[in-house]
């Protein structure tokens, strides 16, 4: 039971206020709403150059995931106790009729397997992916976090793994510069290349 829970037992639950407000939104077309961290984010969609990066990633997972359980998806959400999330490219089973969640909103977090987030431009989207992002796929236990960053510095690529769920973090990462290939090292996908072909090469 939460604080809040405890000093106001007839009180509803944050997050389930929060979740059945989620659930009722009508947003207007080219926007999206997330819950992170106790919150509603409402965001647009993706301009061009992230929208060629995360589709990159995309068809190339799909081929490298060809023909097994596995596959790419997009346009998705992720569910995980109440937060709801729509990552820019994920990795679960083919078939996510096995694993919606109860509510038949998305896909549980704890059969998504990778997520790849491609960052924005503008301090407050590069936070959502950089921090508050990565604290809630690590409480999630999301095995493999990959955050391809235009803005940090030249461009990089961070490939974060071994979550720690109870401390919102990640205890391990390897970041690279765009023009060294990042690899992902384990799940479906262990061995998957994110190099220049899908980033671009390193910024100016």
Known sequence: MSEAQAEFPNEPDLDEVLWQAWKAM????GYRAEIIEGAIEVSPTARLSHGLIANRVRRA???FLDGGEYAC???????????AWIP?????????????????MGVRADSVHLIVEVVSPGKRNQDRDRVRKRRE???????????????D????????????????RYEDEHRVPYGTDAIIPEGPAKGFVIGEGITGPKRA
């Open 153 to 168: 510095n030249r461009g990089t690529v961070s490939i974060l793994t071994a979550p720690v769920p109870e401390r919102a």
């Open 26 to 29: 009508e947003l207007p077309e």
């Open 61 to 63: 997972l799909d081929k």
């Open 88 to 104: 820019d490219v994920f990795v679960a089973p083919e078939d996510t009729e096995s694993c919606s969640d109860e509510d038949d």
């Open 137 to 151: 796929y690590a409480r999630a236990g999301i095995p493999v976090y990959v955050i391809i960053d235009d803005y």
């Open 73 to 83: 998806h997009q346009v998705v959400n992720v569910i995980h106790n109440r937060k």
